[in-house]
């Protein structure tokens, strides 16, 4: 059924939309209430790509919509101001750089969680108008690395197969990707069908056990970066074992007699290979040989593969091994690149990267003069751009002057993160669009746009597999925030590109897009030169476009329905129409351990996190699962650093430091070390972790490793660790260690710090906001403290007059302070009951059962506990004395007794 | 033919032997000497019967019937006084001139209040608040006049003091040091209890030292050692109770502050036992319930043949009988220098509660206004139990030490398996 919206009566209705967050891309029904702006949320049933199902993430939309952290008005240096004011100031500024320093002066620094309309304009604005290739895309640090694959491979930038493949494979290998976390969607799918097929088998290639080996038949956790040793012994193995498919390869590849010299020098014999890598050398053969003999072989990579100073070159070694086989765009085979964002692929697709062009167009002359003809553009961009780390490089040092930060936070993001911080400090002109007010890099912006969020953007998104679903908005743009591609194009016409970015809609652009997509894209001998063609969309009606079905590209007059699969039957993209397979030479990541800096930091994502967490932080319940910031680290490197599971330390390496707690978790590698990507400045003291990984790109990609940096760590010596939770936003202390996590109904500080404090009850009070007890008065709230002072053991909570939880401290010598979850809990309860009042201040919920009034003073029993002993059979005082010493001292129980006897 | 077991006194001490002695059969024929005419009621009930929360009846413990039907004699009433032990003879004298032979002899006289050797100590309106006498004869002064004083804010005191409050009086309690019950509450404990009473009605004159007590007949006023007075037309002295060894020491019985007793509670005179706030044991004297009872038990058993019971003196636990007012104390609740002190505090709802460790022992323990946990700290601190893996969660209580305990043997237990 066609149905994108349907009424549930006056103010409620649904909407199909998709998720904010990972590459899966999931379909999502909203159903809306106009009235307090909320909205529930669940899977689309519809929707190829989650059939239903919602991860944590994508469930708990709903609750990221508040207008509360927004950024609901334009901004130039922190003032208020009018659009077109802010618009001026912007086009200005960019336009007098331009004119005294060119156009190479300025620059984009735009996200893969724009829609393809925004991207779109974005990329047009700066290589069409402009005129320089300085717009790249946090997709840089993603999945740049699958781009030059699929480039070098396949001709294109192309993914060859879909989600299906997963689900008729019979053989998936999970390479780089904590596919549990990170796509929980496609993991649930590939969990099911393991289920309903036992002989499935699934191998991970993960550094890490992570819980994505849940669902492992096979887990090989190879060292940091030796994936390239692994996938050229495979296709050294699949040589060995005749399984190279010749009629594919001598049909439709190059390459393979270079690539397979290349894999069997670097494989060698079997036990130095497994050697190298850190693997069991059963295991190792077990993988090649289950590779060997399963046809139907998928390979999903992720960022354990893209991040690397040599992920292109992995990228290819997983795509030779597809490519000799023949194993590639048939049902259950193939490589599959897995992306992080929900539009990077929609990115990718408009060339919003500074080493491409646009519509999976590089930058040869023949694109540029075809690009030019077909936007009429007065400045075309000729060659590639800076290229992200490159970008905030020539920035800081002075050859970009002015940049343009959309929907992301590369003060978090991006690898030696205070070089980016020290760049933007001396750009001269810092513009950032974000929904969001307060991020890190907002920080450094001298002009602040309000940009819609999702919610109220409305556009395409292109998914892992290739499919093309509509975001769409669930409310009108909240205040005076616009929608991105609104706001460039009011920025171009201000520049002076008034006709070539007026655009009415949204689907005016992505016309355009479908338009270009098209455009001279057929050889002579009549078949496409690009991958990337929907242009049947370019005729697409504003209502049609309102309606669109998801769908996976190329959507032309070959494929009207669009198609799941390419490559089954060769016809690359290429000059003669064959795949390469490029001969790897394998390379261990650029810095390597040394004295100085012994451990390998390995970066990564948490489940209930997304990015830099300013959209899912204020989602109380995804802020449950991990709240902080931490180091994991393997048992043996913990006990030779001195460090017990809970307590701090400090990773450092040559470009920055950090400090979070240490968890002890075997499972990884003795000698590497974890921590999560997403801790911001803004929700952590010392908890961002960019500022300590090397800026070490791919030769090709550019593509940051961030997945391996040599460090090293020293423990912390708190003096005191402690936490608050506070109904009311509390200001950080001063102290070393803060973490903040928002709750249902209160905000949660995580705290420690290396003095002792002398007065430890009235600093918690102040740091409640309180100078002291007297002050509590004020607002009628009762104070409530615990002290072990020969423990320095100190805690505190806050209740109002309505007998609301107000607010806890707690502090302790070390990490042993009560879990918080039940204290969270107390701060949703309308009233706190005499029970969880008393308790409040263990941290526990009440123990034991309600033992109910004391009647026994002396003993105290409760009526509760007679009553039960009553009816257990103590009928008479003695014998509920005897039973539980009621009574038996003082005896002014006794006619209580003897009533509740009578009663019972 | 049967034994004689004479028992002086029909308090509490010597009604808890009798319960304990005819709960288990007995081979004695048993004569009760008490002073006061009644069966035998619940000496701490005098409180609540003279706030009026309680009848006499409601307070008695056996009353004549239950003597008869035990086959015991009860002899009570002020002529059933007795006023000698003829121990060489083994007999009894009682003030009418009765006289009773006995095998074995208890003395469970009990104590007498001390009275200040004060000048006006003896005017009328001056009074003790020990027995039901005194409680009658207070409720009576309360009817007729307004003005009392309660010397003394120890937990008899301060109930006398809202006892006469709760009757109407107003009453000032008089005490020499500045923390109500200092016996038992430390100095932030007796501020909340001072500040809670006041707030019922109660005065206090407090570092104060009484001089002298005024009037024509009748008690007028008091006078401070600073000068200051009170008016009074009625005095309650609650300033403590001395054993009542005045038998004992006539017929020559060994005593020193109380009739010393050996762990069996047998006088130097082997066919005679003490037991009660009359005796001295190992130096110490009584004056709560508590040790009494065990007293009664070791000596029930003793006297029963049973003979393997010691009594051995514990702290002891108090409580304030004022309704509403919830506080208990035990051990060395103030800390020694090298002590620790866990302190919980919700003082607007007056709750205030102190645990002091040693060498990772409770050694004492003071709760006011949230007293529930009071006879969970007192057992530990009778077993000398080593509070180190629940010291995080003493305070809030047995259940939560309880639940943890179990988490942790559960841990222990799951580690074990691992390791095997």
Not at chain 1, 182 to 188: D, M
Not at chain 1, 832 to 853: F, H, K, Q, T, V
Not at chain 2, 52 to 68: L, Q, S, V
Request: include cysteine.
């Amino acid at each position: 059924m066609n149905v994108i919206a349907k009424s549930l009566g006056s103010s409620t209705h649904t909407k199909h939309t998709t998720c904010a967050y990972c590459g899966v891309g999931c379909g999502i029904e909203a159903s809306i209430n106009e009235k307090d702006r909320s909205i529930k949320v669940n899977g689309l049933a519809e929707h190829p790509a989650n059939l239903g199902r919602l991860c944590s993430k994508g469930s708990a939309l709903d609750q990221t919509i508040s207008l509360n952290e927004r950024l609901l008005e334009p901004k130039i240096n922190n003032e208020t101001v009018s659009w077109d004011a802010a618009l001026d100031k912007v086009a200005n500024g960019f336009k007098n750089i331009i004119e005294q320093h060119g156009p190479d002066a300025v620059a984009f620094y735009v996200s893969g969680q724009l829609l393809t309309e925004d991207y779109y304009v974005a990329n047009k604005l700066m290589k069409g108008y402009i005129g320089s290739a300085n717009i790249d895309t946090n997709s840089r640090l993603c999945m740049s690395s699958s781009v030059v694959g699929h480039k070098r491979a396949f001709g294109t930038d192309t993914v060859p197969g879909c989600y299906d493949d997963f689900e008729h494979a019979e053989l998936i290998t999970l390479v780089g990707s904590n596919t549990a976390w990170c796509h929980p969607v496609l993991f649930q799918r590939i969990k099911k069908y393991k289920e309903n097929n036992p002989h499935v088998k699934v191998v991970v290639v993960d550094p890490r056990r992570t819980q994505t080996c849940d669902i492992a038949d096979l887990h090989l956790p190879i060292n940091l970066g030796t994936d390239v040793w692994l996938f050229n012994g495979l296709l050294n193995a699949l040589n060995l074992q005749n399984k190279i498919h010749s009629d594919y390869v001598q049909q439709h590849c190059d390459g393979l007699d270079d690539a397979l010299a290349q894999a069997q020098k670097s494989a060698g014999d079997m036990a130095t290979l497994a050697n190298n890598l850190g693997v069991n050398i059963d295991d190792l053969t077990q993988f090649y040989n289950w590779f060997c003999q399963t046809e139907k072989s998928v390979t999903l990579y992720s960022q354990g593969v893209n991040q690397s100073s040599s992920g292109s070159d992995k990228v290819n070694s997983i795509l030779n091994c597809h490519l000799a086989t023949g194993r590639i765009g048939k049902p259950g085979m193939g490589p599959f690149s897995m992306t992080g964002q929900p539009n990077a692929m929609g990115g990718r697709e408009v060339g919003g990267l500074a080493n491409t062009l646009a519509a999976h167009m590089d930058f040869t002359e023949d694109n540029v003069q075809r690009v030019q003809r077909f936007w009429q553009a007065p400045n075309m961009a000729t060659q590639n751009g800076l290229m992200a780390v490159d970008m905030f490089n020539a920035i800081e040092s002075g050859k970009i002057k002015a940049v343009w930060v959309m929907a992301t936070n590369p003060v978090v993001s991006l690898p030696n993160a205070d070089q980016v911080k020290r760049a933007l400090e001396k750009c001269e002109l810092v513009v950032i669009s974000d929904c969001i007010d307060q991020t890190d890099t907002g920080d450094f912006a001298h002009v602040k746009l309000p940009a819609t969020g999702w919610s109220e953007k409305d556009g395409t998104v292109t998914n892992s597999e290739r499919r093309i679903s509509r975001q769409r908005s669930l409310f009108p743009p909240a205040c005076h925030a616009m929608h991105d591609w609104q706001i460039i194009c009011e920025v171009a016409k201000r520049m002076g590109f008034h006709d070539a970015f007026n655009y009415q809609t949204q689907a005016d652009i992505f016309r355009e897009h479908a338009a270009l997509s098209g455009f001279e894209n057929s050889s002579a001998a009549n078949h496409k030169l690009r991958d990337f063609d929907i242009s049947a969309f370019a005729q697409l009606s504003n209502d049609e476009y309102e309606h669109l079905q998801p769908i996976q590209w190329p959507v032309n007059n070959d494929f009207p329905n669009g198609r799941d699969r390419f490559f089954a039957n060769g016809e690359f993209f290429t000059e003669n129409r064959k795949a390469k397979l490029l001969a790897i030479e394998p390379k261990l990541p650029k810095n390597l351990p040394s004295n100085d800096y012994p451990l390998r930091l390995n970066t990564g994502r948490i489940r209930d996190q997304w990015h830099t967490m300013t959209r899912t932080a204020l989602a109380a319940q995804l802020n449950q699962h991990i709240s902080q910031p931490y180091v994991e680290m393997h048992a043996d490197d913990a006990k030779q650093h001195k460090l017990l599971e809970g307590e701090l330390v400090r990773v450092h390496s040559k470009w920055g430091e950090m400090l979070a707690p240490v968890t002890i978790n075997s499972q990884l590698k003795s000698g590497d070390i974890f921590v999560p990507m997403h801790w911001t400045a803004k929700l952590s003291r010392t908890g961002r972790v960019n500022p300590v990984v090397n800026p070490e790109v791919d030769p090709f990609s550019k593509q940051p490793e961030s997945k391996h940096t040599p460090v090293q760590v020293s423990p912390y010596q708190a003096a005191w660790f402690g936490f608050v939770l506070s109904r009311e936003e509390v200001t950080w202390p001063e102290c070393d260690y803060v973490v903040s996590a928002k709750g249902s109904s209160h905000t949660r500080l995580e705290l420690a710090h290396s003095k002792t404090l002398n007065n430890p009850i009235q600093t918690m009070l102040q740091w409640l906001g309180f100078e002291n007890e007297q002050a509590l008065q004020a607002q009628n709230l009762e104070l409530l403290s615990f002290e072990d002072p020969a423990l320095s053991t100190y805690r505190i909570a806050l209740i109002d007059n309505n007998k609301q939880l107000h607010a806890v401290a707690m502090l302790a010598p070390d990490t042993q302070l009560p879990e918080r979850t039940w204290l969270a809990s107390q701060f949703a309860q309308p009233e706190l009951n005499d029970r969880a009042r008393m308790a409040l201040l263990s941290g526990y919920a009440p123990a034991g059962e309600d033992i109910g009034r004391i009647v026994c003073a002396c003993f105290s029993v409760g009526e509760n506990t007679i009553a039960k002993a009553v009816k257990k059979g103590c009928c008479s005082p003695q014998l509920v004395g005897e039973k539980l010493k009621a009574g038996t001292n003082c005896g002014s129980c006794v006619p209580e007794i003897k009533a509740i006897i009578a009663n019972g | 033919m049967t034994a004689k077991l004479v028992i002086i006194g029909n308090g509490m001490a010597g009604a808890k032997l009798l319960e304990e002695l005819t709960a288990n059969d007995h081979a004695y024929d048993i004569t009760v000497f008490g002073n006061e005419p009644y069966g035998n009621y619940n000496r701490i009930m005098l409180s609540p019967l003279l706030a009026g929360e309680k009848t006499i009846n409601d307070i008695m413990i056996f009353d004549r019937p239950w003597y008869e039907q035990h086959g015991i004699s009860l002899q009570a009433g002020e002529d059933k006084t007795v006023v000698k032990i003829d121990r060489l003879r083994k007999r009894v004298i009682t003030k009418d001139g009765e006289i009773t032979p006995y095998d074995r002899l208890v003395i469970a006289t009990g104590s007498n209040p001390f009275m200040l050797p004060i000048e006006g100590a003896d005017l009328d309106g001056v009074m003790s608040f020990r027995d039901i006498r005194d409680v009658e004869n207070m409720i009576s002064l309360s009817k007729r006049h307004k003005k009392a004083v309660v010397i003394g804010a120890g937990l008899l005191g301060l109930e006398a003091a809202m006892g006469l409050t709760d009757r109407g009086m107003d009453v000032t309690v008089v005490h020499n040091t500045n923390i109500p019950l200092n016996r038992q509450l430390d100095e932030e404990a007796g501020s909340l209890l001072q500040h809670a009473l006041e707030t019922r009605g109660l005065n206090f004159k407090m570092n104060a030292s009484t001089l002298a007590l005024k009037g024509q007949e009748r008690v007028e006023k008091i006078c401070f050692a600073d000068g200051s007075e009170l008016e009074a037309d009625m005095v309650v002295m609650a300033i403590g109770i001395r054993p009542n060894i005045q038998l004992a020491q006539d017929c020559g019985l060994y005593c020193q502050n109380g009739i010393v007793v050996s762990d069996t509670l047998q006088t130097y005179d082997p066919s005679i036992y003490a037991l009660g706030e009359c005796i001295e044991h190992r130096g110490e004297t009584f004056g709560l319930v508590a040790p009494l009872y065990d007293q009664a038990k070791v000596l029930a058993n003793h006297l029963s043949e049973h003979g393997v019971a010691q009594f051995q003196t514990l702290p002891t636990a108090t409580k304030l009988k004022v309704t509403g007012i919830h506080l208990f104390s035990v051990g060395n609740f103030l800390g020694t220098d090298t002590s620790e002190s866990i302190i919980y505090r919700h003082s607007q709802q007056g709750v205030y509660k102190k645990i002091v460790i040693e060498d990772n022992q409770i050694i004492g323990a003071v709760l006011y206004g949230d007293t529930q946990e009071g006879p969970f700290y007192h057992e530990l601190l009778d077993q000398q139990m080593d509070i180190r893996p629940i010291r995080p969660y003493l305070m809030f209580g047995q259940a939560l030490c309880e639940a943890q305990s179990e988490i942790m043997t559960s841990t222990t237990q799951n580690n074990t398996e691992v390791a095997a």
